[in-house]
């Protein structure tokens, strides 16, 4: 059984931030955990056990967050094939989130031309 336990006050900075986004909106996710969507694409959510974010991104960007910010930026096994990066909950600075959502933002508005 999953373990299930979060304070959705934890995702409020990041609310604040994410909704400041075009097309962006407030959201449930898995286990009704607190999410933002752009538009009806996931940029972020909390994780349901409460101690870290999901949050949409590209490989490349990826990469560099988890090289520059080791000690609050991560990746799960699940996420490992998917453009996202995780973030432990209260690890990060306002800049360092704001940075990650953009990327996000944009992963999902400028979707790269193959």
Not at 17 to 40: C, E, G, R, V, W
Not at 76 to 89: E, F, G, R, S, W
């Amino acid at each position: 059984m999953k373990a299930i336990n979060f304070n959705p006050a934890d995702f409020e900075s990041v609310r604040q931030i994410a909704l400041q986004f075009p097309d962006s909106s407030n959201s449930l996710s898995h286990y009704d955990t607190p999410s933002i969507k752009i538009k009806k694409n996931l940029l972020c959510r909390l994780h349901e056990n409460g101690e870290w974010l999901a949050v949409r991104t590209d490989f490349e960007s990826r990469a560099a967050f988890l090289e520059k910010y080791p000690e609050s930026c991560f990746i799960t096994p699940h996420y490992k094939a998917y453009p996202y990066i995780c973030l432990y909950v209260n690890s990060y600075t306002t800049e360092l989130l704001r940075e990650v959502l953009e990327t996000g933002y944009k992963a999902i508005i400028e979707p790269k031309k193959k």
